[in-house]
């Protein structure tokens, strides 16, 4: 017995209300008594969401506890078992205990040229009442925050497409008064574009992307000129971009890689169930 405290730990929540932020942005807010656990480190914590199929009353995931329970879900048949998909904490509030969390809505508009996905599909239908299980933190201090400058940066440089949008909000909402940040957003549509607030001293560039074409991210972060100093980079979102990103900036810009945290949060082509099969060497 260390007395360590657990890091993670499954909460079963449900949706209290929903809110359209843009065309293809949705906020789902959750609520529930075991969410009074659930424990945010801020920036851009991530968690675990576990989605019924359409049918099902509530995610199935099976009754293990402790480290063997992903080997029991993929023991169950993935028509069944719950739908995992990471998200982010774009807010917690403690009374009553709320977890806000903002969807990218891709591919749920027939006029939009992306695929969908199982939980883009329930977001844009979700209704309060619906059941979902999070997987997420049990105390603050835990490895599912990514945004971690060191102290002698002197800028903070972050780029980023609609799913790390909420991070991003998250990062900002963090960052102390006076720190210097360069942010480059991209979203689908104009109207996606939201008032992000924070302490620091924030330099906020939106990029609409065109139905349709590539990330303009590159181009946009190549074609700027980055104050003198040595920034803390935070990259998320397309896998292929975010790599294209992190290049630019070690190998054109002679960033130091140690100070570039870059998170693929979707990959083109592929469902995050496939993203997790390649990470554990299993077939999807
Ligand atoms: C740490 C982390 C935090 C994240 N936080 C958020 C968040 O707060 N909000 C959020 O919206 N997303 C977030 N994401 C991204 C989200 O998990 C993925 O977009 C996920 O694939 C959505 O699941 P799905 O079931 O809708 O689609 P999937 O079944 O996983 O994928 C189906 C198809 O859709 C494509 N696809 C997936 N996402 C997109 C997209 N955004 N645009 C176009 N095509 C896409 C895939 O390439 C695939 O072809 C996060 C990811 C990570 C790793």
Not at 77 to 96: G, L
Not at 163 to 184: E, N, S, Y
């Amino acid at each position: 017995m260390t007395g360590q405290a657990q890091e993670y730990d499954f909460f079963p929540a449900q949706v209290v209300r929903t809110r359209r932020l843009g065309p293809t942005m949705l906020r789902v807010t959750f609520g529930g008594e075991a969410l009074h656990g659930f424990a945010s480190g801020g920036r851009d914590q991530s968690f675990s969401l576990f989605l019924p199929h359409p049918g099902q009353e509530a995610p199935l995931l099976p009754h293990q506890e402790g480290e063997g329970w992903f080997r029991a879900w993929r023991a169950v048949p993935e028509q069944e078992r719950a739908v995992m998909r990471s998200y982010t904490v774009r807010a917690q509030r403690s009374s009553p205990p709320e977890v806000e969390v903002d969807f990218a809505l891709h591919g749920t508009d027939p006029a939009d040229h992306a695929p969908a996905g199982p939980a883009a599909r329930w977001a844009a239908d979700a209704e309060p009442g619906a059941r979902v299980v999070l997987l997420g933190p049990a105390v603050a201090d835990n490895r599912s925050v990514g945004f971690r400058p060191p102290a002698d940066a002197d800028f903070v440089l972050l780029a980023a497409d609609e799913t790390a949008l909420p991070a991003v909000g998250g990062i900002l909402d963090w960052l102390p008064a006076g720190t210097r940040a360069l942010v480059w957003i991209e979203v689908p549509d104009a109207a996606d574009v939201q008032e992000l607030t924070g302490a620091g001293e924030v330099d906020v560039t939106w990029l609409i992307r065109e139905p349709g074409s590539p990330s303009g991210l590159l181009t946009a972060l190549r074609e700027a000129e980055l104050p003198a100093g040595a920034p803390y980079a935070w990259l998320a979102g397309e896998s292929g971009t975010v790599k294209e990103l992190r290049r630019h900036l070690v190998r054109e810009r002679g960033v130091d890689k140690r100070a570039v945290s870059f998170t693929g949060y979707w990959r083109r082509g592929a469902s995050e169930d496939r993203l997790r099969a390649e990470a554990y060497g299993e077939p999807a």
